[in-house]
């Protein structure tokens, strides 16, 4: 469980991760075309789960993490993995710890987010130069709950429905309207950010969700619409866990709900379950990564009607996407 998994542009990898109290340091890498696997090595770094991992283009970045689930030593480290050459090599330390966090590529830069240990401070950004081999910190504007690579910064969802856009690496931040929410709605909400090429797409609600579309250097929304949240299912504030990724395919905000994929049209309003064939997987704690035209996912924990958890998943499936 709590893996990671990046496309590389060829390969689905997955790394690190946890059964029960005992995490990993090695993985796979799986070859859509071929259908094989293929083992990674140990990285030269603590095993760890619950760590973020993201593609730069040339290698796969992992950062952070804990020992095991809940209460466990948590890493600022990380390392660096070529998969060409087979070879891995650490990266310079992180200012702070960080765990069940997310990772993205801006330009040169890595920007990773974290959710536990004392530091970082939740309003703030850990920004790698991968030239440099050197992290800063940057404001982020708002108690950082998702973010998604967006253009020249990264889009940031944040609690209470509150988003921003941060430059980066400078790292100014621009506030971004509050979205049509009902005052009741601010409670227990699930909320996430996507990026279409050109636009932020900002998801907050309950019953239902409002998706806002914002243009980088407007200051309001460009259209707003509402999709319902059981064919929606986002990241919620009070559980990290609860929901997997979120990400734009060809018009489809597709995301990972409790024992489902779900995707949804935000110019429509349309929204359905994706594959009744993964109702068995919980995505909420297995390894998800999207290629151009697939979604990845492998182990999580197995989801029974209700749903009831009963154990490690040690398969995957590959959902193929289409355009709408």
């Known amino acids: 469980m709590n ?21 990993f340091v090695d993985g796979a890498a799986y070859d859509p075309r071929t259908r094989t696997w293929r083992a990674v090595p140990a990285a030269p770094i603590a095993p760890r789960t619950q760590h973020a991992a993201v593609w730069t283009g040339r290698e796969m970045l992992v950062v952070g993490g804990t020992s095991r689930r809940g209460n466990a030593a948590t890493f600022a480290d990380g390392a660096a993995y070529d998969p060409a050459a087979g070879t891995w090599r650490r990266i310079a330390d992180a200012p702070a710890v960080t765990a069940a966090g997310k990772a993205v590529v801006v ?9 536990e240990g004392p530091t970082p401070d939740p309003r ?35 609690r209470q429905a509150r988003f921003a856009f941060v430059a980066i690496p400078d790292g100014s931040v621009q506030l971004l309207p509050d979205l ?47 999709v319902r949240s059981d064919h929606l299912q986002v990241r919620s504030g009070d559980n990290w866990h609860e929901a997997g990724a979120v990400a734009w395919h060809r018009g489809w905000v597709v995301s990972a709900g409790i024992s489902n994929f779900y995707a949804a049209a935000p110019a429509t309003g349309l929204s359905a379950a994706l594959s009744e064939a993964v109702r068995r997987l919980c995505p909420g704690d297995a390894a998800i990564a999207f290629s151009d035209d697939a979604v990845f996912v492998w182990g999580g924990t197995e989801c029974h009607p209700g749903p009831n958890l009963t154990g490690a998943m040690g398969a995957g499936t590959l959902i193929r996407l289409e355009s709408r």
């Open 3 to 23: 893996a990671s998994a990046v496309w590389t542009g060829s390969e689905f990898i997955v790394w690190g991760g946890s059964v029960g109290r005992t995490p």
């Open 107 to 115: 330009g040169g830069f890595v920007v990773v987010s974290g959710r």
């Open 124 to 158: 703030h950004l850990l920004v790698y130069d991968l030239a440099a081999d050197r992290w800063t910190a940057v404001p982020a504007g708002v108690e950082v709950a998702d973010l998604a690579a967006a253009g020249s910064g990264v889009a940031v969802a944040g």
């Open 180 to 226: 049509p929410l009902r005052r009741h709605e601010l409670l227990d909400l699930q909320y996430a950010v996507a990026w279409t090429g050109s636009e932020v797409l900002a998801f907050a609600g309950r019953d239902h969700t409002v998706v806002g579309a914002w243009r980088p250097g407007r200051r309001s929304w460009s259209a707003t619409t509402t």
